[in-house]
């Protein structure tokens, strides 16, 4: 085997999108111009722009800062709690950021207890409105840096009153695309355009987010995120070959990468962490993939428990450079489900029925949440990983170490968690765990 090492600072990776669309010849009118890319408009929606509602912000304009602690454990534990919820030992993943992005764009029209359970299930600290911003604002620039694409977008039915602060709320701090379409008329016709625009901005991995729309559809907000990294130091495909996983069910010769790397390790008491880190915009280190695998005698559930006590980030800032003998298997696998039942058992439940979405529209309407569409997608192999989330919220009316001549094994050959993370924060943005092979 080659011994590859490498020093590393990571940082940022993370992802939250919401999504957009419209064109006033096609049934479909733009709101909301990005002033940060217009040359890079949807080549598959034909959009007339019309006078904007808010101007999108300028991604541009920012630059790297650490998140507040509260809203980065928060944001973890939120994950971990969906994960938990989900997992019933198939291969899943998620991306945290993706759905907190759009539920939270939704949020921001909601008042009163449907608000208050939102945030709570989303595991939102309670801040002052300007640092929640500032915060949401600091997620898309990040999302849009070395190697990850995020956009947000709100689909809403013409002539139907939205309110301008709630436009321009969201296109300043979630940079989102706003256009109008007609459910009422053409329900189909709008599907397409989501669709389309959502198969776009993941590179095609997500071709479609939203079906069969009704005519009672009032308003999609859309988030998605993208990340197509390459390995710091790439494994060498003659040292891929063959070895067993022991999945959940059944035991699978599956190929598995080796290769003995200097990288970020920690142990608990039931689990082993690793994190790989990925080239970032001008060779910049930023983003990594990390892995926690369960120790012989412990399963998926020990290891997510303490985990969750000893808290995500806190092992990412905890593990210390070792050499490490590693052995992970390629995989590729798409995950789709419906959230409402999973944040209704967080306690988000009044969005769903008897809900209070008055801020976003002029007048009184009587919206609540119908769906939650969360798909992803993750691939990774000898030169990097590749991954993808969606998420369309659809609205209608109702309502540790050792010493240094100790090498360390990783071989992942039974079920294991794994995240794309900021290491500097320890944001989770994309996670899942890996069952059957």
């Not at 999504?19 to 990005?34: H, I, K, P, Q, Y």
């Not at 794994?418 to 943005?429: A, E, P, T, Y």
Request: aromatic share 10%; proline share 3%; with cysteine.
């Amino acid at each position: 085997m080659i011994k590859m090492k490498f020093k590393f600072q990571l940082s940022a990776l993370i992802l939250a999108l919401l999504m957009g669309l419209l064109s006033a010849c096609n049934g479909v009118t733009l709101l909301a111009e990005d002033t940060t890319n217009s040359e890079s408009e949807n080549k598959n929606v034909s959009a007339a722009l019309a006078t904007p509602l808010a101007e999108k912000s300028a991604l541009s304009d920012q630059s790297y800062q650490s998140l507040d602690a509260q809203t980065v454990t928060g944001m973890n534990q939120f994950g971990m709690n969906a994960l938990q919820e989900l997992y019933g030992g198939e291969n899943l993943m998620i991306s945290s950021v993706s759905l907190e992005l759009a539920l939270l764009m939704t949020a921001t029209g909601a008042k009163g207890t449907t608000r208050d359970e939102m945030l709570s299930a989303l595991q939102i600290p309670e801040i002052d409105s300007v640092s929640f911003d500032n915060t949401m604002s600091q997620l898309m620039w990040r999302a849009n840096q070395n190697g990850l694409n995020a956009a947000n977008s709100i689909w809403f039915q013409k002539d139907y009153g939205i309110s301008a602060d709630y436009a321009e709320r969201c296109a300043k701090t979630f940079a989102s695309e706003l256009y109008e379409v007609d459910y009422i008329s053409n329900a189909k016709q709008a599907e397409e355009y989501i669709n389309s625009w959502t198969s776009e901005n993941t590179n095609d991995k997500i071709p479609k987010i939203v079906e069969d729309l009704s005519a009672d559809t009032r308003m999609v907000l859309v988030n998605t995120l993208y990340f197509l990294g390459d390995w710091q130091y790439e494994f060498d495909a003659n040292n891929t070959y063959n070895q067993d996983f022991n999945g959940t069910t059944s035991t699978n010769s599956v190929p598995f990468m080796h290769a003995r790397f200097d990288v970020p390790y920690f142990e608990g008491n039931t689990f082993q962490y690793m994190a790989l880190p990925f080239v970032g915009d001008d060779n910049y280190t930023t983003n990594a993939m990390a892995f926690i695998l369960p120790k012989p005698g412990y399963d998926m559930n020990d290891a997510i428990a303490e985990v969750e006590e000893m808290t995500f980030s806190n092992i990412v800032a905890s593990a210390i450079v070792k050499e490490v003998v590693i052995s992970i298997p390629k995989f590729e696998f798409e995950y789709s489900t419906s959230m409402v039942s999973t944040m209704e058992s967080l306690g988000m439940k009044l969005a769903f029925s008897d809900a209070d979405f008055s801020g976003m529209t002029d007048d009184d309407n009587g919206l609540a949440i119908s769906d939650i569409i969360h798909k992803t997608y993750i691939k990774i192999d000898e030169a990097g990983a590749e991954a993808a989330a969606a998420t369309a919220v659809i609205m209608e009316e109702t309502a540790i170490m050792e010493d240094p001549e100790v090498i360390l094994e990783f071989k992942a050959d039974h079920p294991f968690l794994f995240s794309i993370c900021d290491v500097n924060d320890g944001i989770m943005l994309f996670s899942g765990i890996v069952s059957e092979l």
